[in-house]
């Protein structure tokens, strides 16, 4: 089945980068956009950006440009976030989720089970 | 585009009916708008995309309708794993959500 499946959770110190990975399987991980969408702790849902993962394609919300970089190796179909110069309010569960095979104006599933990224000094 | 959903948080009985409203700031471009489903300590699930198109797996007590800014999502028959946080997305302008709407069974 499709599945997507997230690194562990990380704790990292104001300033630090921090890179979450998203395996794909069950699915031709090139044929599908991939999300990412965070969420801070008691709060509602963000998206952050996407990437193509045929050809590496990206664009990033507007709140994340310049401190986010989305990558991806097709070789072991997986994507990665990274999200640099963290502060403590990037304390979020970080989720990557599948879009739409050809198109953008489409909704994510399935989701992977995020990923726990803890910025404290 | 802003979602607002409301009412906040709804305290229901099993068996009744749930009633989630999700309104946006502007029309919400074609039907590209999605309602997730979320448990504590667990990622959303994809309930219906496309206003009212039940995703697979989803039982038909899970309906939505609505065009333009408002849109609702409708839980009939609720049972107590209905116990949730809910979440509209529109997807036609880059990518919103709305703020949640907790669903508590009583």
């Known amino acids: 089945q499709v599945q997507l499946v997230q690194s562990g959770a990380e704790v990292k110190k104001p300033g630090a980068s921090v890179k979450v990975s998203c395996k794909a399987s069950?699915?031709?991980?090139?044929?599908?956009?991939l999300f990412w969408v965070r969420q801070a702790p008691g709060q509602g849902l963000e998206w952050m950006g996407w990437i193509n993962p045929d050809g590496g394609g990206t664009n990033y919300a507007q709140t994340f440009q310049g401190r986010v970089s989305m990558t991806r190796d097709t070789s072991i179909s997986t994507a990665y976030m990274e999200l640099r110069s963290l502060k403590s309010d990037d304390t979020a569960v970080y989720y990557c989720?599948?879009?739409?095979?050809?198109?953008?104006?489409?909704?994510?599933?399935?989701w992977g089970q995020g990923t726990l990224v803890t910025v404290s000094s | 585009i802003v979602l607002t959903q409301s009412p906040g948080t709804l305290s229901l009985s099993p068996g009744e009916r749930a009633t989630l409203s999700c309104r946006a700031s502007q029309s919400v471009i074609s039907t590209y708008l999605a309602w997730y489903q979320q448990k504590p300590g667990q990622a959303p699930r994809l309930l219906i995309y496309d206003v009212s198109r039940r995703a697979t797996g989803i039982p038909d007590r899970f309906s939505g309708s609505g065009s333009g800014t408002d849109f609702t999502l409708t839980i009939s028959r609720l049972e107590p794993e209905d116990s949730a946080v809910y979440y509209c997305?529109?997807?036609?302008?880059?990518?919103?959500f709305g703020q949640g709407t907790k669903l508590e069974i009583k």
């Open positions: 989720a599948r879009g739409g095979a050809r198109n953008l104006d489409h909704w994510f599933d399935p």
């Open positions: 997305q529109q997807y036609g302008t880059l990518y919103t």
């Open positions: 069950g699915y031709m991980f090139t044929g599908y956009y």
